[in-house]
């Protein structure tokens, strides 16, 4: 299975345009080695013919650019299949009306999510309005076929953020996928957003070769800290990597070949990459992704 990184950031990218926090600053004006980073997303495929995009950013028409695998290999379209969603945040949802111009777009996501997107967001009315929108309904906790060779089975990952839009209080407004390479075995892992590493959301770790997981902030109280928000990164949904209890501890002893923060936010100091906090992620065995990551699992 290949798997790659379009953008490593989280919503805002890196730098953010309204932000000059010391991370933002520091890529903009090259005083520190650091680099400019896309919203998140993330490409699989498992013959490097056929890809499956895991969220649709706002940078989406930028990564496919970027990117010649994805580029149309015809006189009209393109070798992206589906489009698979952990959640309806904006940053992982933005660039699905960007792919507008297609003729249908297939997208799979739990009915939690889809009903925001319907009816909180409004996304995907203002989306059908242009194209064609196939729902394929996601049910936690059962392998379902994604096609070319893949398999995917989605798992709830508990948050108590409070959504912005009032349509997904009946749970799995937040989801993590497995995805499995038929012919070979191999498991990829996704978790974007992730509150705690709960026993249930540990099990799903288990066995696999390659883990994509939620490197929003270094520390709990970074964006109070900076004077940026009022919302810890626990507060945000997202589990911080650094703190006594963060998720570097945590997924430090896990047999993973490959173990990947993503979703990096604009004011972690892992983006610096001479920084104390990124050398002792890497002491930790785990890496810190850049767009155009490339894996072969
Ligand atoms: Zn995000
Ligand atoms: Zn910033």
Avoid at 11 to 34: K, L, M, T
Avoid at 107 to 121: K, R
Avoid at 170 to 180: A, D, F, K
Avoid at 233 to 240: A, D, K, T, V, Y
């Amino acid at each position: 299975m290949w798997v790659r990184v379009l953008g490593s950031a989280a919503g805002g990218g890196f730098p953010q345009w309204n932000c000059a926090c010391p991370r933002c600053r520091a890529v903009r004006d090259g005083s520190r080695p650091c680099r400019p980073r896309t919203q998140s997303s993330v490409a699989v495929s498992a013959d490097y013919q056929e890809w499956f995009l895991l969220n649709a950013s706002p940078d989406i028409r930028a990564q496919i650019e970027a990117f010649p695998a994805l580029h149309p290999n015809g006189i009209r379209n393109s070798p992206l299949r589906s489009v698979l969603l952990t959640d309806a945040e904006l940053d992982h949802t933005f660039g699905l009306l960007l792919l507008r111009e297609t003729e249908d777009i297939e997208i799979h996501c739990t009915e939690a999510v889809y009903e925001t997107l319907l009816n909180g967001t409004s996304l995907l009315q203002t989306l059908g309005a242009y194209t064609g929108v196939g729902w394929r309904p996601v049910t936690t906790g059962k392998e379902m076929s994604l096609g070319d060779g893949l398999s995917y089975l989605a798992f709830e990952v508990p948050t108590n953020k409070m959504a912005r839009f009032g349509t997904s209080e009946g749970g799995e407004s937040v989801v993590g996928y497995r995805i499995t390479d038929a012919r070979t075995g191999r498991v990829l892992v996704y978790v974007p957003g992730a509150q705690q590493l709960t026993t249930s959301v540990r099990e799903q770790l288990q066995g696999c070769a390659c883990l994509l997981f939620d490197g929003t902030c270094w520390q709990d109280d970074e964006l109070v800290g900076l004077g940026i928000a009022t919302k810890t990164s626990r507060e945000m949904g997202h589990l911080p990597i650094g703190d006594a209890d963060g998720s570097l501890k945590q997924l430090a002893p896990l047999a993973i070949e490959r173990k990947v923060y993503v979703h990096i936010n604009n004011t972690n100091p892992i983006l610096i990459e001479d920084s104390p906090e990124r050398r002792i992620v890497e002491e930790y065995g785990l890496e810190v992704a850049v767009d155009g990551l490339e894996l072969e699992i």
